[in-house]
């Protein structure tokens, strides 16, 4: 197919902190909440203050065997059931074929691997289940969504740290461009609230400093780290031709995409952005716009000094238009490779409502990044038809997405 055919999302799915849905997630970062309760998995819990998703069964996620499946397959399920059923397409009557999947992680399922790892060297290891290895490599989810979605076309896991879900959607766009598939669901999707997760992060300094439950503050002055959550989010992407021929509902056109690599430090991000200002710049050229087209931006804002240093030097830089910017790591914390796909959706849904979610416990923008015009306070009622999603993350990797209603 051509290069410059609209590719349309026709269904979004979501599980986070805030819930199960994408609605209850919407509900949360428009309200600017303070999400607190307790931990899906308590005796996982870390001492630094994280964010899990609430305990769920079998009314939100059914199927025989779905329950013993690490968090970060279950997630991807719940969204991606979710984004399904919402496109109106039929798992049981598509042409598996000439269906795609793709899932982004950064994790896999290290919580199933590190229990297994104490069962081993408490009680030896012809107590390891059969189970770990197909309950923990990274490419299970895609291989479970595969056989329970009848999806026989390419199955792709895509690891680019807290970029994955984002690139998850760039990579499935360009499936459909490319001919391979006529319909794709991308899926990103981390369950990284586990002790040795949360204490490597802290131990180099990533999480906040803070234990309050308000601990993430994107762009504010007081911002020291970020909170560490988990989470899934999922998007069925489809040619707009097919989609209307079936009358689907359009949530929004994945217009364009930039992934770029720093090649700068293997943590940190390039002091000026010059990484991830390629990436903005592909995606836009990969859209056809210009960057004054641009109407809103859905930034990474972890909360960490550098990168919001970074990243809101780079947006004044950019777009010196000023369009409305908002952060919601705010209230959902830092989901890793399920980020980019959770703001993503969330973007999306900007778009159809005109709604911009303001930035959570951000009482002002630091005075050192002036010039953005971060959303604060309460929501912000505008039209946008443009709008960015920026993704970073370790090693380098910089995704933008360029979306439009």
């Known amino acids: ?19 199960a849905g994408v609605d209850e997630t919407w509900k949360a970062v428009r309200d600017a909440r303070t999400l607190t309760g307790p931990a899906s998995r308590p005796a996982d819990r870390p001492e630094r ?76 290891a012809d107590t390891v289940s059969p189970y770990l290895h197909p309950r923990s490599l990274m490419n299970m989810a895609a291989g479970t969504l595969a056989i329970r979605h009848h999806i026989t076309g390419p199955s792709h896991t895509v690891v680019a740290a807290c970029a994955s ?17 006529d319909t794709v ?23 906040s400093d803070s234990f309050a439950a308000d601990a993430s503050r994107p762009f504010a002055a007081d911002r020291s780290g970020f909170v560490l959550s988990e989470g899934a989010a999922a998007v069925v992407l489809e040619r707009e031709d097919a989609a209307r ?14 992934f770029t690599t720093d090649a700068h430090h293997p943590v940190q991000p390039h002091p000026d952005g010059a990484g991830a200002e390629a990436a903005l710049r592909r995606a836009l050229e990969d859209a056809g716009l210009a960057p004054g087209d641009v109407d809103h931006v859905n930034a990474h804002g972890t909360s960490t000094p550098h990168n ?27 989901s ?44 912000r009622h505008q039209q946008p038809r443009v709008a960015v999603s920026n993704s970073l993350g370790f090693g380098g990797v910089n995704c933008a997405l360029v979306m439009g209603v």
């Open 165 to 181: 879900g984002a690139v998850a959607i760039g990579v499935a766009r360009d499936l459909i461009r490319a001919g391979t598939c």
């Open 1 to 19: 197919m051509s290069a410059s055919a609209a590719i349309v999302v026709t269904g979004t799915g979501m599980v986070t902190p805030a819930g």
């Open 308 to 334: 919001d240093r970074m990243e809101a030097r780079l947006i004044t830089r950019l777009f010196p238009h000023g369009p409305s910017v908002t952060a919601n790591k705010g209230v959902l914390g830092h």
């Open 245 to 258: 021929r079936r009358g689907a509902p359009g949530l929004g056109r994945i217009l364009g995409y930039g």
């Open 185 to 207: 669901v991308a899926c990103g999707t981390d369950a990284g609230v586990v002790p040795v997760v949360a204490a490597g992060f802290a131990a180099m300094g990533a999480l």
């Open 336 to 379: 890793l490779g399920a980020a980019g796909a959770v703001e993503a959706v969330l973007t999306l849904r900007t778009l159809t409502t005109g709604v911009v979610p303001p930035t959570a416990h951000t009482p002002a923008v630091d005075p050192e990044l002036e010039g953005l015009d971060l959303v604060l306070g309460s929501e």
């Open 49 to 124: 203050h994280c964010l899990s998703v609430p305990v769920f069964g079998s009314d939100v996620l059914p199927g025989r065997g779905t329950a013993h499946l690490d968090p970060f397959m279950r997630y991807a399920l719940v969204a991606v059931d979710e984004a399904i059923a919402e496109s109106g397409l039929d798992p049981g009557t598509w042409d598996g074929r000439r269906v795609g999947v793709v899932v982004g992680c950064g994790l896999g399922g290290v919580g199933t691997m590190t229990a297994a790892q104490t069962r081993l060297d408490e009680r030896g």
